[in-house]
């Protein structure tokens, strides 16, 4: 029988991985996972004598993450005055309309040029499909076989990306 401390050594970087997965989040995740490692350590010799205790903490960061992604998505929808009145509120997919609500704020033609030029290809065509040629994240998740949620994230990322490049620009003209 393993101890507690080589199953946490031995699963804390997949189960990071898997709740990192679904919040996207890197706050939030070394909080769930802190919480996932103390329910296990709570329950002690149940947890180390445990069938699969790699399954047990899969299960338990599922159900903890689900958990906060509601509590989170009810915070957010108590919250809604902190949308633009040109937002249709009638609108059935929230995220993407926040989605592009951030997208027109950004001063695309400043940098154009020299924040695609930094952009390996992956982003560069994600780039293209998205905001040139002007497709749903539905569409191109449809195009590259992955979910929409998981197309968001990498949305997410490319504007995360996108911003830094602007930055280093931004500070270097100073």
Excluded: W
Excluded at 3 to 12: A, I, K, P
Excluded at 90 to 101: R, Y
Excluded at 117 to 139: A, D, T
């Amino acid at each position: 029988m393993k101890t507690f401390e080589e199953l946490c050594q031995e699963n804390y970087s997949r189960i990071y991985k898997y709740i990192f997965s679904m919040t996207g989040s890197k706050e939030s995740t070394e909080d769930l996972i802190q919480e996932v490692f103390l329910i296990a350590y709570e329950k002690g010799e149940a947890f180390l004598q445990h069938e699969k205790p790699a399954a047990f903490l899969y299960k338990t960061a599922r159900n903890m993450t689900a958990t906060y992604l509601k509590q989170l998505k009810r915070q957010k929808i108590s919250t809604v005055d902190y949308l633009p009145e040109n937002i249709p509120k009638d609108d059935s997919d929230l995220c993407e309309t926040l989605l592009n609500e951030l997208d027109r704020q950004i001063d695309e033609t400043a940098y154009t040029g020299q924040v695609i030029g930094n952009l390996n290809i992956n982003q560069h065509n994600l780039y293209k499909q998205r905001y040139i040629e002007g497709k749903s994240i539905k569409e191109i998740a449809s195009e590259q076989g992955v979910s929409e949620t998981a197309m968001r994230m990498r949305l997410v990322r490319l504007r995360k990306e996108i911003q830094g490049i602007v930055k280093k620009m931004k500070i270097g003209e100073k």
